[in-house]
């Protein structure tokens, strides 16, 4: 049986940390996600999939991909998606599907200005050291009117909500993931990323201060994930 890892980031976000803890997580990542989920994180794929609407013959890049499990949802759409992210071990998990995949870091993408139709991440951002900059990337390899879509964690909008999901997060997450994760103390960081994590308002800014025009946002599951979308001015 393969040996354990137990790397897990601080809240610096340490690139090289970052990176090693998910090369930890990444064997069993798509059934931890499911599991810790209970199965939402299928629908919200699919919501991202819609906010994008990617058409075929459009170029997508899915920033931050993994495994690319996000990117087979993409796919769908028969636009033409390629998957990136600076974890060779999720990159490597993920070898089984029938997608393009490059290995990059989101604060210096290796991909030459204007290249995208649109640029997604879904539950990337929140680990990125610095995700201004990473914004700044995402606008300069988008094409001139091209789509930006954010799905990550967020704040409960619903009081009783936000309270159970709190504690859900900081108590018994970290006991699901002892049952099923190739690497539990990734998920004592997840959670505490999540809570250090702007909410939704506090995000648009950020967006918008990256340069993205047309910021908007929508909850999913109350809150506890949103789509943030912009768009890259110009024609
Ligand atoms: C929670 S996983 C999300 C994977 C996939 N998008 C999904 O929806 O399941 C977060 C991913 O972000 C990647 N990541 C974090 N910081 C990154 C960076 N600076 N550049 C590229 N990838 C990064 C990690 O390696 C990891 O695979």
Known sequence: MAKTQSV?????????????????????????????????DRYWRWMTRRAITPRPGEQILDLAAGTGVSTVELGKSGAWCVAADFSQGMLAAGQFRDVPMVAGDAMALPFADNSFDAVTISFGLRNVADIDLAMREM????????????????TPVIPVLKTVYMEYL?????????????????YVYLAESIRAWPNQRQLGRRVADAGWAGVKWRNLTGGVVALHRGYKLGS
């Open 8 to 40: 897990r980031a601080s809240l610096d976000k340490q690139p090289h940390e970052v990176a090693s803890m998910f090369d930890g997580v990444a064997r069993r990542y798509d059934l931890t996600n499911t599991v810790i989920s209970a199965g939402q």
């Open 170 to 186: 900081m108590k018994a997450l970290p006991r699901v993931a002892r049952t099923v994760s190739s690497n539990p103390d990734a």
């Open 139 to 154: 606008l300069r390899v988008t094409k001139p009117g091209g789509r930006l879509v954010i799905c990550e964690f967020s």
